[in-house]
């Protein structure tokens, strides 16, 4: 089994509507990190947590939302989708200022 | 100016070359590096970390230049395989910034 799993992988939705991303790790890491990729682009930070009560902006917050329930779960949401959010949507974990873990990616398409 | 900055690519290069990678960071106070591979449209993965000493994994070379503020990557003996996007990695506090990659293409 994959040790860092994103649901749903694939994603279609309208403008306005509410989304979540999940993520879910089973390699026991404290931290959690939320990416977005846009095409010929590299990943650019969302949001990220060191811990279950410790969560951070990143690059890109605004439009976003995320929720750490938990050390392995960390959910991130779209309030209200809007098309420039399409892109592809990237959970890590680390342990400290280790090597990131990368889960395979949720491909969201806002129309 | 971006944060961290790579060669733009694309690079083309036939089996058995040697190829090298540089990407530029403006932040003084970056504390770790690294080096990921990411195959087309799949998830980032750890090529290797850059070291104030240079290291090397293989055919894999990496290098960091604190003062001028860059690290390299270079592949020698290029293969087939290696066919992928670089990410250069900078971390400081916590939060990595990422490159914008480099594609490297090895043909036949």
């Known amino acids: 089994d994959a040790d860092v799993t994103q649901t749903p992988r694939n994603r279609i939705t309208k403008t306005g509507k509410r989304i979540m991303l999940e993520c879910s790790q089973t390699k026991g890491h404290d931290r959690m990190y939320w990416y977005r990729q846009d095409p010929g682009l590299g990943l650019r930070l969302i949001y990220y947590?060191?811990?279950?009560?410790?969560?951070n902006k990143g690059e890109i917050s605004d439009g976003y939302s995320v929720s750490r329930q938990a050390q392995a779960k960390f959910s991130l949401s779209l309030e209200s989708a809007i098309p420039n959010q399409t892109a592809l949507y990237f959970c890590a974990t680390s342990e400290g200022l280790n090597e990131q873990f990368f889960g395979p990616g949720t491909r969201l398409t806002v129309l | 100016r971006k944060e961290v900055e790579q060669d733009p690519g694309p690079f083309n290069v036939p089996e058995g070359a040697t190829v090298a990678f540089n990407c530029t960071y403006s932040n003084s106070a970056s504390q770790s590096f690294f080096w990921y591979r990411q195959d087309c449209r799949k998830e980032p993965k750890l090529l290797m970390s850059v070291y104030s000493s240079g290291n090397e994994d293989g055919r894999f070379t990496a290098q960091l230049n604190r003062a001028s503020q860059y690290i390299s990557l270079l592949i020698r003996d290029s293969k087939l395989s290696d066919s992928a996007t670089y990410l250069c990695?900078?971390?400081?506090?916590?939060?990595?910034?990422f490159g914008d990659g480099t594609t490297l293409t090895v043909k036949p």
């Open positions: 947590s060191f811990d279950v009560k410790d969560i």
């Open positions: 990695v900078v971390e400081y506090a916590g939060k990595s910034t």
